[in-house]
């Protein structure tokens, strides 16, 4: 049910009737605000994110209404005019306030620019918009022939088969989702821009990346001056990879590499070309239960405190049964349901590389909501200093994790392995690398960009997706794909995290500034193959970063960090051992699709 504006207007004049009586100095009346509004918040995150989980989690009808429902309270209270009006009023005496208290203050109104009840009508349209488009992706079912196939077994099949033709007919069954989530993506995208202009905001991108205090066209630009310098590599890597899959395919070598030619189904990443460093084989007979456990050992190890006992009651870590009939959602996610110490994941673990890599991941999210989960961080500032460092602390921890010692260390690999350090290397260049920053700083961020900040018309949304896709990523489609498809909607972040993808590219910049950092500094070691296991000044590093929250600006917190601006430098540096390499194996080669 959602409550009335008078009912706020009442708390907030109860709240500050002694304020005015007393003629308390502006601080004063900012503090009894945010007093109510941070106790408010916390309670009202806690139903909506229960609610959200069990959506998430358990895809029913009752599970959907009550999430609408819950969603709709949190709006009520985030976005009621009383609230965005006594927020606005307090900020035009900003230079009267603590910065603790703006930085509050500003995310007051970034909050309530996601649902404004100054129009309740658009924000009960969007939440009820925003239920649905999650039921589809949530629920819906892949098939191969007519046959039910997960999310898993397309991805194993992808990673495994040689037979380009139940290669393409697989990838193409990956792809029907998105004919389900056009018509609900293209409502979302009306109701999206509609809340954020409410609040003043020209569209939904650009609200997003205020979070970062930047514009659209200076995040696109970032994003573009990030592939400018990492482009020579990549196009190296991009004539090695189509040469070697054509090789592996008995085919003639492509301009631009078919899309169903990669493991990943959107060419996010581009992992299983390199046999000597495929881990695979190790894995066998290892269990879901010690790929978790291991990654919560990795953060103990650096003298973090065990996960709550909750997370293990209240995670929901594992595939669900063959024979089952419930449905969830087959991303990986981790989840901070109470702003306190109610912290779980959800995942579909199995005993492989890729999952270890991302348990290690959304550990990484975990422990930084246990990180600033204290009495100094207001609730409305248990967030990341910006959304890259949470995904970049995970991308951290995933980086550190498929270290040749550390994998040792654990016994996954044998104390005599020998590596090829450079079949590693290029292996992590292939996988949660280069490529990936063509397409998050490329075709995501640019095609979101379109939709929202520039809306594209629906009917072109397909052709420009894969433009961008053949332009920054150098691949193609086994066949044409017409505008009945929206193959962007196949990505679970378009549906339920829109405009945020820039973020992953801004995190793999500031992981590998952590890790050049730690290397470099704490462990004295190369950092391709240094070992954090165990090292607690690694973890104490790490704490004093997380510990902040975002109660101090994100570039300072960077800076006083490592003494850097962002700056893909520390990631060129990573991989430059493999440039010369490359060439050398380019060698009277054409560089490129151009």
Known sequence: MLLPRSFFAALLAVAFSGAAQAASPIQDRADRFLSLVNASYQALSTVNNEAQWNADTDVTPAHDAAAETAGKAYAAFNGNPAVITEAKDLLTHRSELT?????????????AAEGP???????????????????????????????????????????????????????????????????????????????????????????????????????????????????????QL??????????????????????????????????????????????????????????????????????????????????????????????ASCWHVDLNT???????IEPN???????????????????YSRPEVPYLLRTGANPAFHEGFGELIALASSQVPYLKSLGVLPADFKPDERAFLLDNALGAGIPFMYWSSGVMTHWEADIYAHNLPADQWNARWWHYVREFQGVEPPAERGEEWCDAATKTHINDTPAYYYSYAIAEVFKHQLHAYIAKNILHQ???????????????????????????DWRQVLKDATGEELSTEAMLAYYQPLMSWLQEQNKGRPIGWQ
Request: aromatic share 12%; with cysteine; net charge neutral.
């Open 526 to 552: 190369p950092p391709q193959s240094c070992n954090y296991a165990n090292n607690q000044q690694v973890g104490d590093f790490l704490r004093s970063i997380m510990v902040k929250g975002a109660t101090e």
């Open 353 to 371: 590389p890729e999952w270890f890599e991302t348990a290690h991941h959304e550990l990484g999210h975990g422990y930084y909501f246990m990180s």
């Open 117 to 235: 009840m100054t129009n309740p009508k658009l924000v009960a349209d969007r939440i009820a918009a925003e239920t649905a488009q999650a039921s589809v992706l949530n629920s819906f079912e892949f098939k191969l022939h007519g046959k039910p196939i997960t999310a898993n077994a397309i991805d194993d099949t992808l990673s495994s088969s040689t037979d380009l033709a139940e290669r393409q007919a697989v990838w193409e069954a990956s792809k029907e989702s998105g004919k389900a989530l056009k018509a609900g993506l293209i409502n979302l995208r009306g109701l999206r821009n509609g809340v954020a202009q409410e609040m003043g905001y020209h569209d939904y991108f650009t609200l997003q990346v205020a979070a970062y205090g930047m514009t659209t066209d200076e995040m696109v630009r970032l994003n573009e001056d990030f592939m400018h310098v990492l482009q020579p590599l990549y196009l």
């Open 342 to 348: 109610d912290i779980r994941s959800l995942q579909s």
């Open 238 to 331: 991009h004539t090695w990879v189509k040469y070697k899959l054509a090789e592996k395919y008995h085919q003639p070598v492509p301009k631009l590499i078919p899309a169903h030619w990669l493991d990943n189904r959107w060419a996010q990443n581009w992992t299983g070309i390199v046999d000597a460093a495929s881990l695979d084989a190790y894995f066998k007979g290892r269990t879901p239960q010690f790929v978790i456990k291991s990654a919560e050992q990795f953060y103990t190890g650096l003298g973090f405190a065990p996960l709550p006992a909750s997370f293990w009651v209240k995670s929901d870590l594992y595939p669900v049964p063959a024979g089952s009939t419930r449905k969830k959602n087959t991303h």
């Open 99 to 111: 910065d603790l208290t703006v930085r509050q203050l500003d995310h007051v109104l970034l909050n």
